[in-house]
């Protein structure tokens, strides 16, 4: 198939951006998304033009590197990661607009790739449990409902992406930390801190200027990983419980 | 370019490649029973003061399970600790894509598993090709893994009385391997990533994400620093320090497709190699039978798709050539050939991985391949679950497998209900790595290598979830106990910034900077890294030849011959620049695989993941030859035009007997 390319083009972060367009032929329905901006970067290379940068490490849906605004679209039309879209989920002739995350809590780095470090820094602000190696009990010595564990997994299982935010109009990271207080929430190896963890992560969250959550559920809908919007309810829970206590 | 040619005896396929060396030995395991030399290492190793940890500096490299986790104990040790990754976070490290499990000898089955029969399964597994005291180790230290992870809040499988669940896998007996459904790398990386930003924000670790190690400082014979670059501003950085740790990961992407992710790269062990550490065993790569085909030359990576599929899924390619291009559906039983199930009726399609890859690529190699022709050939054989939704139905059968199901057709496009699969082997895991003794340390001093980055667990072959294994226990349970030996006799005196190795090191790395954006060339990055793939998957992958081989070096030269003059890499180096990135990742994979393939030649016997065509039995079988190669080779870097110095270290067995292994 043969597509024409709208691309965001940034040279670094202090510099203003444009979106450029380029043609690209003979693309195959058999490419992921990211191959076809690997052909494309080829032909720029060729051409003499600088390549577009744009994040990508695992190529199969589970480190979260990549990201990509598609078509106005966090990760394009599926509901998956940028690097397992593929091409046949376009039509021969299509213009495909391509876009970093857009949100203030991402400034951008270089064309599409944005600085998503603001997650890390939540999470250092009690995603854990704070257990220093070798002071762990025997794993058995305390049984977990399967219920609760198999829910703890699903959440467990975000890749950190980032597509909620950048799905969300008002750019909050709700969901990425309702993940997270959900999952140590629903064992009990994270009982003793829950309390401070929720204060703490939702303090730096607002501190890195997402924004808040209005039950919108943009996030949950773009999600590679399909977390489910309830654990934003558990959030809003545990931080009134939190209050509640003291905090 | 002309590489020094020496004598070595007449029956050495390798001869005129390498200049013998002295033998090698690890003198850190203690001299004592098995099962006692462990407890014996960590109570002879020196302690270090707690108020002495905090003058002591510490270098890791990567921040997979092995990275993460070291920087994380060594932080609550309260070491000072930095901790490098090239990704934007250390969370994405590509320990997070294992799929399988973690093996760990808790015996919750009561099924007859033992710390003695882990190590027992991991030898045999690695083909007698590993240090048993290593191995003993790891079985040893596996249950505190398990512990450990739990306490962190990793939700492993859980069975509804809310006690941990176990499956068995990779062939063994006992079920032993703890997961959490397909993604136990993720659950366990994200754990230690965890562990990781406590530390960080408890100010006993500094991060630095997106940063490259390009050099290591090694200063009167001991390593003290890196030179990184700062892929976002392109600065130099000098970082210096009382000991460097490398968990920097494996070099599948010398093959260019890989299952390993696309950063994925050898630079900073290899740095260190040219340095002085040894490179052990740098041909045994395993390579796994079910991935995804290759649909084209745009393709950039491969995937795995879990082994489990073979429990169900049978294999087979046409009888005739004619059919290939057929409909699977219209080709009659008749005319199809379960090629697993006829030459090997007792393990059928359940037969190693080794074993499996070799038969398909002999099938497409015979004309007989399916899907689409890349450069000529058709590279796929089927998995058919026809039977398996037939005997079982399809609720069944989508209740097992259904995610991989769905993986598959989003990546094809095609429903592998309704028609078969189509797969072929990739390159997934290296068991080779740095040489590193007991302690995990290198030739180097002061330089220590953990995870899938050292030589030293897995032998010829690894085991199905002994990765994540080894790369948790290396950095939570042996490292921090084997480090602080050495660094009893720190701090070491402070270097200055102006000292000649420094000056040395960051001057190498700006060279090879300039160099790469000066040469203004005709040739991507890319093309030439695929280039390479291709030789090295030809010549030095499933089956290795001294022909082939031998090939490949003067493919290999001639090739970074023309890369050094011809590559085309645009962009500064005061900016984020991916093709310079990947330029000087090549440049290393090069001189890497000319070294696999010298070893490769070597070692003129078949084991674990490395098979030669010479030596192979009647049934075309791995052949072993113990009187002659029961050793870990050990290649010294010898300089830019000198062939490298072999040292070979015996294996020595003390507490397993070899055996021939046989799947008929």
Not at chain 2, 43 to 63: C, D, M
Not at chain 2, 198 to 219: C, D, F, K, N, P
Not at chain 2, 310 to 316: A, E, L, T, V
Not at chain 2, 510 to 533: A, C, K, M, P, Q
Request: glycine letters at 10%.
């Amino acid at each position: 198939m043969n597509l024409t390319l709208k691309i965001w083009r940034q040279p670094d972060a202090s510099s203003a951006g444009a979106m450029h367009t380029y043609q690209l032929a003979d693309v195959s329905e058999d490419m992921s998304f990211l191959e076809m901006l690997d052909v494309l970067n080829e032909q720029l290379n060729a051409e003499g033009e600088e390549p577009i940068a744009f994040d990508s490490d695992c190529r199969e849906g589970i480190c979260g590197a990549c990201g990509l605004m598609i078509n106005g679209d966090a990760h394009g039309p599926e509901v998956t990661t940028t690097c397992q879209l593929h091409m046949r989920s376009f039509k021969d002739g299509e213009t495909i607009t391509i876009e970093p995350w857009r949100s203030e809590g991402f400034p951008v780095v270089k064309d599409l790739i944005v600085d998503r470090s603001a997650f890390d820094r939540i999470i250092q602000q009690g995603g854990y449990v704070s257990v220093n190696t070798g002071s762990a009990p025997e794993a058995h010595s305390v049984p977990v409902p399967k219920e609760d564990a198999d829910r703890a997994f699903n959440v467990a299982t975000c890749i950190g992406c980032g597509a909620c935010v950048a799905a969300c109009p008002n750019g909050s990271a709700s969901l990425f930390m309702g993940a997270k207080i959900t999952h140590l929430g629903l064992l009990p190896q994270g009982q003793p801190e829950r309390d401070e963890r929720v204060v703490n992560m939702v303090a730096q969250h607002d501190f890195e200027g997402f924004g808040g959550c209005t039950n919108i559920g943009a996030c949950t809908a773009a999600c590679p990983k399909e977390i489910p919007l309830d654990v934003i309810s558990q959030l809003n829970k545990d931080l009134r419980t939190a209050i509640r206590h003291g905090h | 370019m002309s590489h020094d040619t020496v004598m070595t005896a007449d029956h050495d396929d390798a001869a005129g490649y390498y200049t013998p060396g002295s033998p090698l030995v690890d003198t850190k395991a203690p001299d004592a029973p098995i099962a006692e030399r462990w407890e014996t290492r960590k109570f002879e190793a020196r302690l270090v003061n707690p108020a002495n940890r905090r003058k002591l500096n510490v270098i890791i490299v990567g921040t997979g399970l092995a990275g993460a986790s070291a920087a994380a104990t060594m932080g609550e040790a309260g070491y000072h600790v930095k901790t490098f990754c090239y990704q934007d976070s250390p969370r994405r490290a590509h320990s997070i894509a294992a799929q399988g499990g973690i093996n760990a000898a808790k015996n919750y089955k009561e099924d007859g598993d033992s710390v003695h029969r882990l190590f027992y399964d991991t030898v045999k597994g690695g083909d007698y090709r590993s240090r048993e005291s290593n191995v003993y180790r790891l079985a040893e230290v596996s249950t505190n893994i398990i512990d450990q992870c739990v306490a962190q809040g990793v939700p492993f499988a859980r069975e509804y009385g809310g006690l941990l669940d176990n499956r068995s896998f990779g062939g063994v007996q006992v079920s032993r391997t703890f997961y959490a459904r397909g993604q136990t790398g993720q659950q366990l990386l994200i754990g230690a990533y965890q562990a990781l930003e406590r530390q960080i924000a408890a100010g006993t670790v500094a991060m630095y994400s997106r940063h490259e190690m390009l050099e290591l400082v090694v200063a009167d014979g001991k390593a003290r620093g890196i030179i990184a670059r700062d892929m976002v501003t392109g600065e130099i950085q000098t970082h210096l320090a009382d000991v460097v740790v490398l968990a920097s990961g494996g070099y599948g992407n010398v093959f260019y497709l890989s299952t390993n992710a696309m950063g994925s790269n050898v630079t900073a062990a290899w740095r260190a190699h040219r340095k002085g550490a040894y490179m052990a065993n740098p041909c045994y790569t395993q390579i796994h039978p079910t991935c995804i085909p290759v649909t084209g030359t745009h393709q950039s990576k491969l995937t795995l798709m879990s082994e489990s599929l073979r429990n169900d899924g049978r294999i087979w390619v046409p009888k005739n050539q004619a059919d290939c291009d057929k409909d699977p559906r219209d080709i009659p039983e008749e005319d199809r050939d379960y090629y697993l199930e006829r030459i090997y009726p007792a393990f059928g399609n359940l037969v190693p991985r080794d074993i499996a890859s070799r038969a398909a690529k002999y099938q497409c190699d015979d004309g007989r391949g399916v899907g689409p022709e890349v450069d000529g050939v058709r590279r796929g054989v089927y998995l058919d679950f026809a039977d398996a939704i037939e005997r079982l139905g399809r609720d069944a059968v989508e209740n097992k497998y259904g995610n991989l199901f769905d993986m598959y057709a989003r990546i094809t496009g095609e429903d592998p209900y309704a028609v078969p699969m189509r797969i072929y082997p990739a390159v997934h895991y290296v068991m080779g790595g740095l040489w590193v003794d007991y302690d995990l340390q290198s030739t180097i001093p002061g330089l220590f290598v953990t995870g899938e980055a050292n030589f030293s667990d897995h032998g010829a072959n690894r085991l199905g979830a002994s990765a994540l294994m080894q790369g948790l226990a290396d950095g939570y349970f042996v490292l921090p106990h084997t480090i602080r030996d050495y660094l009893a006799d720190g701090p070491f005196e402070p270097i200055a910034e102006d000292h000649p190795a420094v000056v040395e090191a960051r001057a190498s790395v700006e060279g090879r900077i300039e160099h790469f954006l000066t040469v203004n060339g005709e040739r991507s990055v890319d093309s030439y890294h695929r280039e390479l793939g291709n030789i090295m998957w030809e010549y030095c992958g499933m089956e290795r030849t001294e022909d082939g081989l031998k090939k490949a070096i003067d493919l290999i030269r001639s090739l970074k011959d023309d890369f050094y003059r011809n590559v085309k890499v645009l962009g500064s180096a005061e900016t984020l620049n991916q093709s310079l990135e990947k330029a000087g990742r090549v440049a290393d994979f090069f001189e890497l695989g000319e070294l696999m393939c010298i070893d490769a030649l070597n070692r003129r016997e078949s084991c674990g993941g490395h098979f030669r065509g010479e030596s192979q039995t009647e049934d075309g079988e791995a052949l072993r030859h113990d009187d002659e190669f029961a050793y870990v080779s050990a290649w010294e870097w010898a300089g830019e035009d000198a062939a490298p110095v072999l040292h070979k270290e015996d294996l020595v067995y003390s507490a397993i007997e070899m055996k021939q292994r046989s799947y008929k």
